[in-house]
Antibody, heavy 124, light 106 residues
Framework: DVQLLESGGGLVQPGGSLRLSCAASKFIFGRFAMNWVRQAPGKGLEWVATISASGASPYYAESVNGRFTISRDNSKSTLYLEMNFLRGDDTAIYYC?????????????????WGQGTLVAVSS | DIQMTQSPSTLSASVGDSVTITCRASQSITEDLAWYQQKPGKVPKVLIY???SLQSGVPARFFGSGSGTQFTLTITDLQPDDFATYYCLQYYNYWAFGQGTKVDIE
C-alpha cells in the first residue's frame, strides 16, 4: 500500500529554520502532485503547499508564502518543505499528502493518502 | 481566496441517528469538494470526492451532495466508529479546509 513517511520535525526557536522530508514508496512518485497540510495542536486542518508532479509548479498558502519552499526529488521519491523565519503559529503537525489522480493520470485535486505527520514546535 | 464555512462546529448524536454537516463556499467551486474524517491522534481519511462520489472502501451510509457554494455530508445509521471530526476541502482554486465538525456521542 502507499507509504508516506515524514521526518525532520523538532523544536526550533522563533526566526529559525527547519527542513521537512517526506519519503514516498509503493507508488510511482513522479506521477503525482504532492502536498503539505498542517494541524496546530487541538485545531483544524490547514493546507500549506502543493507541488506539481514535475516539480515545476509550486503553490502556497498566504500564511507561508515567502517563508516556506516546497520542492521534490523524483529520483529519490522524496518531498521537501523548507521552512524559514518560523513563528509560534507555525507550531503544528505537518503531514505530507498525495494528490489523487483519475484513470488517465490527471490530478483530481483532493488528497487521498497521508503520512503520519511530523511535529514542528516553534518556541524559545 | 475561497473561504469554506462549515457548520455546525459540534454535533451530538446517538448510534443509529442520521446527521448532516454543511459546508458553504465563498464562491462557486462547482463540485470540487471532498469530505474527510479524522479521529483523535489519527490521520485524516477521505470519504467523498467530487462532492458526491464515494471513495473506495467507504461505507454507503456516507452521502455527499451539493454543487456551487452549498454542500452537505449526511451520515445515516450512525455507528460507534463514526464519532469523529469531519472536514470539507475545496480544491477548485488552490485548496482550503472548513473549520471542522466534531460529531460526539449524545
Amino acid at each position: 500500500d502507499v507509504q508516506l513517511l515524514e521526518s525532520g520535525g523538532g523544536l526550533v526557536q522563533p526566526g529559525g529554520s527547519l527542513r521537512l522530508s517526506c519519503a514516498a514508496s509503493k507508488f510511482i512518485f513522479g506521477r503525482f502532485a504532492m502536498n503539505w497540510v498542517r494541524q496546530a495542536p487541538g485545531k483544524g486542518l490547514e493546507w500549506v503547499a502543493t507541488i506539481s508532479a514535475s516539480g515545476a509548479s509550486p503553490y502556497y498558502a498566504e500564511s507561508v508564502n515567502g517563508r516556506f519552499t516546497i520542492s521534490r526529488d523524483n529520483s529519490k521519491s522524496t518531498l521537501y518543505l523548507e521552512m524559514n523565519f518560523l513563528r509560534g503559529d507555525d507550531t503544528a503537525i505537518y503531514y505530507c499528502a498525495r494528490d489523487n489522480v483519475d484513470d488517465s493520470g490527471i490530478p483530481r485535486g483532493y488528497f487521498d493518502y497521508w503520512g503520519q505527520g511530523t511535529l514542528v514546535a516553534v518556541s524559545s | 481566496d475561497i473561504q469554506m464555512t462549515q457548520s455546525p462546529s459540534t454535533l451530538s448524536a446517538s448510534v443509529g441517528d442520521s446527521v448532516t454537516i454543511t459546508c458553504r463556499a465563498s464562491q462557486s467551486i462547482t463540485e470540487d469538494l471532498a469530505w474527510y474524517q479524522q479521529k483523535p491522534g489519527k490521520v485524516p481519511k477521505v470519504l467523498i470526492y467530487g462532492a458526491s462520489s464515494l471513495q473506495s472502501g467507504v461505507p454507503a451510509r456516507f452521502f455527499g451532495s451539493g454543487s456551487g457554494t452549498q454542500f452537505t455530508l449526511t451520515i445515516t445509521d450512525l455507528q460507534p466508529d463514526d464519532f469523529a471530526t469531519y472536514y470539507c476541502l475545496q480544491y477548485y482554486n488552490y485548496w482550503a479546509f472548513g473549520q471542522g465538525t466534531k460529531v460526539d456521542i449524545e
